[in-house]
């Protein structure tokens, strides 16, 4: 059972999970889909489930309204409230151990990009894990994972080969509006929002792209999406800074990812490539 990091009274939502659900296609339709006004973090709830039934449960889309606890890269903070965001998390099993999804969270960044280039939006990818919209973050990626190793230590029955499986919690946010709340919060120029999209329409238009390019994604890896992240690549030939925790570690020019998700950066010492961790990327100014 899927237990909410929120009060049971506000367990109900204007988003409409048969709609989303009517709204599937293809392996989408295998995805379970839950709903709530309020939670702490989708993730966590997701993660909870996949802890407590590893073996039985199923592939869940979970959609909150509000997220009180919602927790970016890093352990940051992702400030939402009610429709002011489109807050949801992913729960997928792959068929493979933990290390063969190296540069999962670019792949799912670019299958978002893709989906909403189809909505009518223009969207660039930020390294490793954001979306931005004229320059601004239109929405971020977390992703939390529970390799087979973990989960057979929660499994009242060993099942054979589950070493080979890995569940990923996939946790998304995108911005739909800034209200006057949060505007005080950020700078207005490093915050976007998505045009008026019906959010049910939107989720399902992500969910169908999800669970089709992570199909891909455990047959080919990343390999299968580099050329198509570079296209939408932000940064390309622009001065960058890689930081880690505000102190610059390098500088150069971006020049896109390699095959693994790997960015590459050519420095006045040739070029190098940087492991996503949690540096982050910025402009030069």
């Known amino acids: ?12 939502s204007n988003l409409d999970a048969a709609r989303i659900a009517a709204l599937r296609l293809g392996s989408a339709a295998a995805v379970d889909i839950l709903t709530v006004a309020s939670t702490g973090s989708t993730n966590a709830d997701l993660l909870a489930a996949v802890h407590e039934n590893p073996l039985h449960m199923r592939p869940t889309l979970l959609a909150a309204q509000m997220q009180t606890a919602g927790r970016g890269r890093a352990g940051r903070v992702w400030h939402s409230a009610p429709d002011a965001a489109l807050t949801f998390s992913l729960a997928w099993k792959f068929q493979c151990p933990l290390q063969r ?13 893709e989906a909403l280039t189809a909505l009518g939006q ?34 009242a ?15 998304i946010g995108l911005n739909l509006a800034l209200p006057a709340e949060l505007r005080s919060q950020f700078n207005s120029a490093n915050a976007t929002a998505l045009l008026a999209i019906e959010r049910e329409q939107l989720l ?18 990343f390999a299968a999406f580099a050329a198509r992240w570079n296209a939408y690549h932000a ?51």
């Open 1 to 12: 059972m899927l237990r909410m990091t929120s009060s049971p009274s506000l367990l109900c």
């Open 101 to 113: 999804l190296a540069g999962l969270p670019l792949a799912v960044g670019v299958t978002l990009a």
């Open 122 to 155: 223009t969207v660039q990818l930020k390294w490793p894990n954001d979306l931005l919209q004229d320059g601004a973050k239109l929405g971020g990626i977390l992703i939390e994972t529970v390799s087979g190793k973990q989960a057979e230590l929660q499994a």
């Open 157 to 171: 029955d060993g099942a054979k080969d589950i070493n080979s499986t890995t569940w990923a919690v996939i946790g």
């Open 204 to 221: 399902a238009a992500l969910l169908n792209k999800l669970a089709t390019a992570l199909q891909a994604f455990e047959r080919d890896g």
């Open 235 to 285: 940064y390309e030939d622009q001065a960058v800074n890689i930081l880690d925790r505000d102190q610059v570690l390098q500088q150069g020019v971006a020049r896109g990812v390699d095959a693994t998700g790997r960015l590459l950066l050519d420095t006045e010492d040739g070029r190098i490539t940087v492991m996503a961790g949690d540096v982050s990327l910025r402009l030069q100014a």
